[in-house]
């Protein structure tokens, strides 16, 4: 395992420690009860394994700035909480239809369509509310932000608008930007939010936000490109979900519209546009830079 899997490894145990405390049985101040079976299909969905990459820009950005790692964790805990209730509702029937996820029975699957909506639909509540409350000690403008931004990027214009475009390429085929537009709101936008999030957290200036968002958007399009590689040449054993998915329903992506060689070429640029950008953070951007070739090399 080389420095960079060991660091990534460690923030994913320590966002799933994070996890199994939040999606407890233990009633927050406020609530009035916690349904079992709801509880169990949320922790179903997010405490499923993973990279937990997500919240791993969020600690990593937050570092680069000097800021306060405890809040990063709780953040990037958030983070993961809405995006795992974005694939519980992306594998329904209604979307996606997806019967598997990493290697597992998708919620829908293992309880059923209704509980899989209401496992979403707390689990993306579940994340603002664990940005705005106390035991996330930031200051409240810094929260504010935070909010904001995490519902810009999630919301119509980010990541549920990106899956809108998504199902309508189903029917018709964007073009090359409309693609380029889709991506950037379906996956993009969450780890877009990532890197900018440690920015917010610690409080950097304003050109750094800048900065950071930009390399957010840079490594989320290749994300994107590397999961279409992947879509095209693997399996679903490696995956750990359905292969071909997408080809088989006739959407169109930047690998099936340029060819897988360009898209190599294209993820190669893409790495090194992102690390060119962050140079001036010198040493302390050493993770992000790898961070960047993790993203483009991933096997699933």
């Known amino acids: 395992m080389t ?15 994070l996890l199994e405390q939040f999606l407890s049985v233990d009633m927050r101040p406020q609530e009035v009860a916690r349904p079992a079976r709801l509880i ?18 969020v600690v990593e950005s937050t570092a680069i700035f000097g800021g306060d790692e405890a809040a990063a964790l709780r953040v990037g805990a958030a983070l993961e909480c809405l995006h795992s209730y974005s694939l519980v509702h992306d594998d329904l029937p209604a979307m996606d239809d997806d019967e598997l996820r990493r ?17 979403g639909d707390a689990l993306l509540t579940y994340a603002f509310d664990i940005i705005a409350a106390p035991e996330t ?7 504010t932000e935070l909010v904001l931004a995490l519902a810009r990027a999630a919301g119509v214009g980010g990541m549920a ?5 998504d199902l309508a390429a189903e029917k018709h085929t964007p ?20 890197c900018e999030a440690g920015a917010i957290i610690a409080g ?40 071909g998915k997408d080809a088989a329903r006739g959407k169109g992506t930047l690998v099936a519209l340029k060819g897988q060689a360009w898209a190599e070429a294209e993820l190669a640029r893409l790495v090194e546009e992102a690390r060119k950008l962050i140079a001036l953070y010198g040493l302390r951007a050493t993770t992000l830079n790898e961070a960047a070739r993790f993203i483009a090399d991933r096997k699933n």
């Open 161 to 165: 608008g990106g899956q809108a475009l």
């Open 103 to 119: 290697g597992k029975p998708t919620v829908h699957i293992a309880y059923d369509e209704a509980t899989a909506i209401l496992a």
């Open 3 to 17: 420095p960079f899997d060991a660091k990534l490894d460690a923030t994913a145990k320590r966002t799933e420690m």
């Open 204 to 243: 950097a200036s304003d050109d750094d936000r800048d900065r950071m968002r930009r390399y957010g958007e840079i490594i989320g399009r290749a994300f994107q490109l590397a999961d279409d590689l992947l879509d095209l040449t693997s399996d679903a054993a490696t995956l750990g979900k359905a292969a």
């Open 40 to 57: 169990e299909a949320m922790r179903y969905g997010a405490l499923n394994g993973g990279k937990r990459l997500r919240p791993f820009l």
């Open 137 to 143: 000690e930031l200051a409240d403008r810094a929260k």
């Open 175 to 194: 073009d090359e930007q409309g693609i380029v537009t889709l991506q950037a709101m379906k996956t993009g936008a969450l780890i877009r939010f990532a």
